[in-house]
Nanobody, 126 residues
Framework: QVQLMESGGGSVQAGGSLRLSCEFSGDIYSRYCMGWWRQAPGKQREGVTFIDSDGTKSYTDSVKGRFTVSRDNAKNTLSLQMNSLKPEDTAIYHC????????????????????WGQGTQVTVSS
């Protein structure tokens, strides 16, 4: 059974930085596309960034140039470096895994993703 555990959330002022980490266990990591999703109060869950097993990345427009996703297939970890944070980035951030052929990120429909971490709170104050 795949397990995902996030760490690294917290509170920061606008313009600050945070780094989130996610530890993956329970299966072969390279079989999975990995992603960070977020959900703010009263809003739908949003895909923030996805990364294929081969390292190909994609970002939602609102975080391009500010957030950087990375994965270490040897250590089974996923990271999200968040810079120039804005109050609108405030949300619970979840690490998620999508099982797919070759570990490619084939869908941005959250209902298709297989495993989710419990989430970590990120709060950005103005």
């Amino acid at each position: 059974q795949v397990q995902l555990m996030e760490s690294g959330g917290g509170s920061v002022q606008a313009g600050g930085s945070l780094r989130l980490s996610c530890e993956f266990s329970g299966d072969i990591y390279s079989r999975y596309c990995m992603g960070w999703w977020r959900q703010a109060p009263g809003k739908q869950r949003e895909g923030v960034t996805f990364i294929d097993s081969d390292g190909t990345k994609s970002y939602t427009d609102s975080v391009k140039g500010r957030f950087t996703v990375s994965r270490d297939n040897a250590k089974n970890t996923l990271s999200l470096q968040m810079n120039s944070l804005k109050p609108e980035d405030t949300a619970i951030y979840h690490c998620a895994a999508l099982r797919s052929d070759g570990g490619y990120c084939t869908t941005n429909d959250d209902e298709d993703w297989n495993y989710w971490g419990q989430g970590t709170q990120v709060t950005v104050s103005s």
